[in-house]
């Protein structure tokens, strides 16, 4: 049998999908204010978040 399996840390889950920063519709120009401004991508997803 050559099944493979997956590390529990590597599996989708569709109860949480991922989010990225394109998720968020800001345009390119927010999105390099904000990194001027000290903001990563996690900072600008909790930002769109909240």
């Not at 989708?12 to 001027?36: K, L």
């Amino acid at each position: 049998m050559n099944e493979m399996i997956t590390p529990s840390h590597e599996q989708q889950s569709d109860d949480y999908p991922q989010i990225v920063i394109a998720d968020t519709d800001w345009t390119e120009e927010e999105r390099n204010a904000m990194r001027e401004n000290g903001y990563d991508d996690m900072d600008m997803l909790r930002a769109w978040l909240s």
